[in-house]
C-alpha cells in the first residue's frame, strides 16, 4: 500500500468518525486489532455495538473491497473482541462507504 493511499485512508477514517459522531454513534476504540485482523471502528448506539470497516474511493464503488475474506477476518475479529470484553450486547457488522462527496452507512454487512 502507497503512501497516498495510507493518507486517503487516514482521511477516509476521519470523516466516518465525524459522521458516525454526528448520526449519535459513541465511537469507543479505533482500528482494534487481534491475530485475526482489524476492525476500523468499533461503536455503540442504541445499545448495540457496531463494528464498522471503512471503505474509501474515488475511482470504484468502495463496498467491492470488501470481500468474503476479509469479511471472515472481521468476523473473527469481532469474536476476539467480544471474548475479550466480555461483551453481551447484540452486535453488528456496518460498512462505512467514503466516497468523494458521499458518505454512505450499510448496515448489516453479514448474515
Known amino acids: 500500500m502507497g503512501k497516498d493511499s495510507l493518507l486517503r485512508g487516514k482521511k477516509g477514517e476521519e470523516k466516518a468518525?465525524?459522521?458516525?459522531?454526528?448520526?449519535?454513534?459513541?465511537?469507543?476504540?479505533?482500528?482494534?486489532h487481534?491475530?485475526?485482523?482489524?476492525?476500523?471502528?468499533?461503536?455503540?448506539k442504541n445499545g448495540i455495538l457496531h463494528f464498522i470497516e471503512v471503505k474509501s474511493s474515488e475511482r470504484y464503488e468502495p463496498?467491492?473491497?470488501?470481500?468474503?475474506a476479509k469479511l471472515s477476518k472481521i468476523l473473527r475479529t469481532v469474536e476476539y473482541?467480544?471474548?475479550?470484553?466480555?461483551?453481551?450486547?447484540?452486535?453488528?457488522?456496518?460498512?462505512?462507504l467514503v466516497r468523494k462527496d458521499a458518505i454512505e452507512l450499510v448496515e448489516n454487512i453479514s448474515m
Open 81 to 96: 473482541y467480544r471474548m475479550k470484553h466480555r461483551s453481551t450486547l447484540a452486535y453488528q457488522i456496518d460498512a462505512l
Open 17 to 32: 468518525v465525524e459522521y458516525l459522531i454526528a448520526q449519535g454513534f459513541d465511537i469507543l476504540e479505533r482500528n482494534f
Open 34 to 44: 487481534s491475530i485475526f485482523g482489524e476492525v476500523d471502528i468499533i461503536a455503540r
Open 63 to 68: 463496498i467491492y473491497a470488501i470481500t468474503s
